[in-house]
């Protein structure tokens, strides 16, 4: 079983930058796509970006893909969120996940086997 750990939330100032990962037990993400969700107080869980196995093709949510870069580590065993210019309205929790199939990118949750236990952005304008 795999285990997701995610880290890096932490409360900053609008226009910030903050980069949060998302490491995984054994060598899955050697071989699993993973991506970043997000979920607000009082809305549903949000697509943020998705990766590949081997971190060649990344996927983003429209609005977010010119602030945001997903990237795995040299290890492969971590999985990357670089948030720029944050925004108030980019405060959540963002969870990491993991797909078994390497290669689909998605954008839907139901796609992702197994999730970490989330991180806390708070963004303050």
């Known amino acids: 079983q795999v285990h997701l750990a995610e880290s890096g939330g932490a409360l900053v100032q609008a226009g910030s930058s903050l980069r949060l990962s998302c490491v995984a037990s054994g060598d899955f993400l050697k071989n699993y796509a993973a991506g970043w969700f997000r979920q607000a107080p009082g809305k549903d869980r949000e697509f943020v970006a998705a990766?590949?196995?081997?971190?060649?093709?990344?996927f983003y949510a429209t609005s977010l893909k010119d602030r945001f870069t997903i990237f795995k580590g040299i290890a492969d065993n971590t999985v990357y969120l670089q948030m720029r210019t944050l925004k108030s309205e980019d405060t959540a929790i963002y969870y990491c996940a993991v797909s078994p199939d390497g290669w689909k990118l998605t954008g839907s949750p139901t796609e992702y086997t197994v999730w970490g236990q989330g991180t806390q952005v708070t963004v303050s304008s």
């Open positions: 990766i590949n196995w081997n971190g060649s093709r990344q």
